[in-house]
């Protein structure tokens, strides 16, 4: 006779783990469906709000570097009055981009060259601070520290010099190694001086004006 057949409880069915998995997944799914969407979504807007404000920013640096290139027409063409009105419009209206720091170097420059050190000063350490363009870093550094020796503060100017950016070029830090020649004789330091001048000779390649420079220097000793 024909055994019968024996009844297989829930128990003894055996499950496939990835089959229990995608189970629970979709049950969690189903109880929580509000919140998933709500995650979705709040992605989805937090893409979109990052993508706007992408250009944006790369909206306002093409307009920004706009202004700056009239402005700088204006300056180059000796209308500083027009030029000043522009560079104060680009600090003003395009915040935390690369032409409001230059912006900052030209007005600077501006005040200085018409002996108002005082707003010069204030408008090249703020553009010394924003580390922005390395070309122009040597020419603010040379008018700090003009306007620190207007009233003898060599120290000041000293403090100044060690303080430069390692980015800044090799000519650049020579150009300042000089600098620093002159205020150290100017202060009666003579021996620093004529050992600063020495190992700026030794430089191989040394640019011919700077050269000069030098070899006038230690005539002078």
Sequence with gaps: ??????KITRKEIKRD???????????????NKKTFLNIVLAILAGIFIVNFLLKKQVQKN????????VATVAFDNNDYENAKFQFETIIS????TKAASIANFFLGKIYFENNEFEKSELFLNTFMNNKNSEILQVGAMKMLI???????????AIKLLENVSKTTSKNGLIELKILKVS????????????????????IEKLPRHLKQKSEELF???
């Design 183 to 202: 205020i150290l004789k100017s202060q009666g330091k003579k021996e620093k001086a004529k050992s600063l001048i020495e190992e700026i000779m030794l």
């Design 62 to 69: 093409i307009d920004s570097n706009s202004a700056l290139g």
């Design 93 to 96: 209206e395009f915040k935390g």
């Design 146 to 156: 003009n306007i620190a020796l207007q009233d003898n503060q060599y120290e000041k």
């Design 1 to 6: 006779m024909l055994k019968p057949k024996k």
């Design 219 to 221: 005539g002078m000793m």
């Design 17 to 31: 783990p990835f089959l229990e998995t995608i189970d629970k997944f979709e049950n969690s799914f189903e109880n």
